[in-house]
């Protein structure tokens, strides 16, 4: 039996490649230029993208056969929606795979931020015990978090805000939800309003052309001093300089990101320089769960592949 030739940009978990093990052939790419990616996927029938790489047009153009794109994630704006659209190309991801996990590391370094956790340990391993009367830290009990972005992964931080830190949970989306409203009696609120009222402020935005640059130097200022905003997002959604200067300053309390206008991020950053920033190499998404999870986008490359609708579209390609 002819086998499917599917293309990984980079490795995924073992139970994802085992759904195609029988049915495909699956080939790994060596890096990630376009010149190079456009001769590999010359006799590709699919493709797997996690957050390195693009699928361009060109790729498409150079790829006859292909016929699904999967993201290992959610965000997609690594791929030509366009061009995969007209040309009959399906594009699947996995929505729901890393909700959890991406909130939870939200808290985990919201709590290294509040209770200066990182500043306490290093302390600690050069003898200055006397921090402990140094470094006075803030509970995250019944303050007020503000969401910029309301889907899946804001949402999840939402309830744990509310459910395990009995938090006044603010909301900035262009949708209205009224379910979760009530479930954890969140409120929305325009964005100065969400920025301007937030004790801790967590950036779960699409990066789209209108998010680009949303959060700048005009919108930290409207940050209480005593606050705290992390971005698990994507870094273009803030402006790196403007964040540098309002943290340098004491503007604001603290900041974190696990993502970066260019990625890797260099050792030398100025971000990471700051004992107020905390910074994580864009994996908020990695745990055993949450990878195993995503790998599963596989399942939607075999329906595409065998000729059954996906289950997690993200496209409409036209036929």
């Known amino acids: 039996m002819k086998k499917y030739k599917v293309l990984l940009y980079e490795d995924i978990h073992e139970e994802g490649k085992a759904i195609l093990k029988d049915k495909t052939d699956l080939f790994f790419t060596k890096n990630l230029e376009e010149s190079y990616l456009i001769q590999q996927a010359k006799e590709i029938d699919g493709i797997i993208v996690r957050a390195n790489g693009k699928v361009t047009r060109k790729m498409m153009e150079a790829a006859p056969k292909l016929k699904v794109i999967g993201r290992h994630g959610v965000g997609v704006e690594n791929i030509d929606l366009e061009a995969?659209?007209?040309?009959?190309?399906?594009?699947?991801?996995?929505?729901d795979a890393n909700d959890i996990s991406v909130a939870e590391h939200f808290f985990g370094v919201a709590l290294m931020l509040s209770k200066m956790l990182k500043k306490g340990d290093l302390a600690l391993r050069e003898g200055r015990w006397e921090a402990r009367y140094q470094y006075i830290g803030k509970e995250l009990h019944g303050k007020t978090l503000g969401i910029l972005g309301f889907g899946r992964i804001g949402k999840a931080v939402g309830r744990i805000g509310h459910n395990g830190f009995n938090m006044r949970v603010l909301y900035y989306d262009t949708v209205k939800y009224e379910g979760i409203e009530k479930e954890i009696k969140a409120e929305q609120v325009g964005l100065e309003e969400t920025l301007s009222q937030s004790d801790f402020i967590s950036i779960n935005l699409p990066m789209v052309p209108a998010t680009k640059g949303l959060i700048g130097e005009k919108n930290f200022n409207l940050m209480k001093p005593t606050a705290y905003i992390i971005n698990l997002a994507r870094g273009?959604?803030?402006?790196?300089?403007?964040?540098?200067?309002?943290?340098?300053?004491?503007?604001?309390?603290?900041?974190?990101?696990?993502?970066?206008?260019?990625?890797?991020?260099?050792?030398?950053?100025?971000?990471l320089q700051l004992e107020n920033f905390i910074g994580t190499p864009h994996s908020a998404a990695h745990t055993e769960e949450a990878l195993k999870r995503m790998s599963l986008v596989t399942v939607d490359i075999l329906r595409v592949l065998e000729g059954k609708e996906p289950v997690y579209p993200v496209n409409q390609p036209k036929r």
């Open 84 to 95: 995969a659209t007209e040309r009959g190309i399906w594009v699947v991801n996995t929505p």
């Open 236 to 271: 273009p959604i803030w402006d790196e300089k403007a964040l540098y200067k309002i943290l340098k300053e004491g503007r604001i309390a603290g900041a974190a990101s696990d993502v970066f206008e260019v990625e890797p991020a260099a050792k030398d950053h100025p971000l």
